[in-house]
């Protein structure tokens, strides 16, 4: 006969308060504070939860630290094991070592170097195994077994969840007003925490979840997408989980109020806006909820909303992509093609007329052999950045006057 699983028992509001004590003073107090800036940009009163000022830059550090301490010192004395490619990684790394435990991490083989470095350096023992990230997590429970290691899951895990949670008790503590707060999802842990602190204490308030595109498992889970699941590269990559968490799934299921679906686009302009605005790295995921409001701001119009920054540890390179293409969309960097007579002085025209139009050029192609049909003409490919978006146009146009054709390669 078949049996029946009983639900997963939901932390409670007192399970978060337990966890807010336990890791008091072992984690930053991250502020909370209003963004008037963004606020008009958006059109709505946001305030901003800088979780990304956390020593490892990420919230991950609350649910690893509440995981370990509620567990007791047989159970520490083991080591701790589990499997991430990211900021769940340094959490429990970081954690592990400073209180001196001894922690695994398995990380797919494909991890970038940098995480790798990064994990080792707060005193982890890292092992690569498998391709994919399913391929190292099938990996976890036999190296767990094998080494007698307490398995510490990313996200589902009441403990995990309680952790995480303190976020909401925190940012209504700051800002008892709030009446929405947007959290991005990935597994679940932080808004199923968040969500549960935040609807014992103020039962009025909003809950939007943000997920990427790419990765809507969540939304589909409980109800609020229909979006096919593509996956694929992420800029959002610390919420690019394939499948979410039971636990996770069963308290949002219950507690959040919408999930909001969001293109990268977004998200790369989210980043760089908060770069520009608010003078703070995050990663794609740590900006989501903003990605959020710049893609349905109709949403959030006339709210007083509560974003938590969720991370910042973004790669350098990825960093210097998203910004110019932000600068792509906002027009203020703009590739022309340009077809001239291959004779000399014909490129220091295009230069002067760019020059003087306040153009900066910063780099420039010579197609003779590709560019034109005609022997006796080139195409010159030209990035440029422009002071405003307006410019763009008027500049165009003087080359055309000056007997260049002109074309358009990006904008």
């Keep these: 006969m078949s049996q029946t699983l009983p639900p997963p028992a939901f932390p409670t509001l007192a399970d978060i308060e337990a966890a807010a004590a336990r890791i008091k003073g072992q984690v930053q107090l991250t502020p909370c504070m209003p963004s008037l800036t963004l606020s008009r940009f958006i059109g709505t009163d946001i305030a901003l939860k800088f979780e990304n000022l956390q020593f490892t830059a990420s919230f991950k550090e609350r649910g690893a630290l509440n995981k370990i301490l509620s567990l007791s010192e047989a159970e520490r004395a083991r080591g701790f094991a589990t499997v991430s490619a990211g900021n769940h990684a ?54 767990a077994a094998r080494d007698n290691l307490v398995i510490v899951h990313p996200f589902d895990d009441a403990a995990i969840v309680a952790g995480q949670g303190t976020i909401g008790l925190e940012m209504l503590a700051a800002d008892p007003l709030l009446e929405t707060l947007v959290v991005p999802i990935g597994g679940g842990g932080l808004c199923s925490g968040i969500a549960i602190a935040a609807k014992a204490l103020k039962p009025s308030i909003r809950i939007i979840g943000v997920q990427s595109e790419l990765y809507p498992g969540m939304a589909l889970a ?33 507690l959040i109020d919408d999930i909001v679906v969001v293109p990268e686009a977004p998200i790369e302009d989210a980043t760089a806006l908060l770069i520009e605005i608010e003078k703070t790295v995050v990663e794609g995921a740590g900006a ?58 014909s490129l220091g025209r295009v230069a002067t007329i760019i020059g003087k139009r306040g153009g900066n050029i910063l780099e420039l ?11 006796k003409e080139t195409t010159i490919e030209i990035d440029i950045e422009l002071r405003d978006a307006g410019d763009r146009d008027p500049l165009i146009a003087t080359l055309e006057e000056a007997g260049f054709a002109v074309r358009i390669e990006s904008q």
């Design 365 to 375: 192609r010579h197609e003779r052999a590709f560019g034109s049909k005609y022997a």
């Design 222 to 254: 409980t109800g609020h997408a229909t979006t096919p699941f593509r996956g694929g590269p992420s800029v959002a990559e610390g919420i690019a989980v394939k499948q979410p968490g039971a636990l996770t799934s069963a308290i949002l299921r219950t």
């Design 90 to 143: 340094q959490g429990l790394a970081y954690h592990a070592s400073r209180l001196g435990y001894r922690a695994t991490i398995v990380m797919p083989e494909t991890t970038p170097v940098t995480k790798v470095r990064n994990v080792a350096a707060f005193g982890a023992e890292v092992i690569l195994t498998g391709e994919t990230f399913a391929d190292a997590a099938a990996s976890l429970p036999e190296i």
């Design 288 to 345: 989501a909820g903003i990605a959020a409001m710049l893609h349905r701001p109709e949403l959030f119009r006339g709210q007083r909303c509560g974003v938590v920054l969720c991370g910042g540890n973004i790669d350098t390179r990825a960093l210097v992509t998203v910004l110019q293409r932000h600068l792509v969309r906002s027009g203020l960097f703009v590739r022309l093609g340009i077809t001239a007579a291959d004779s000399a002085g």
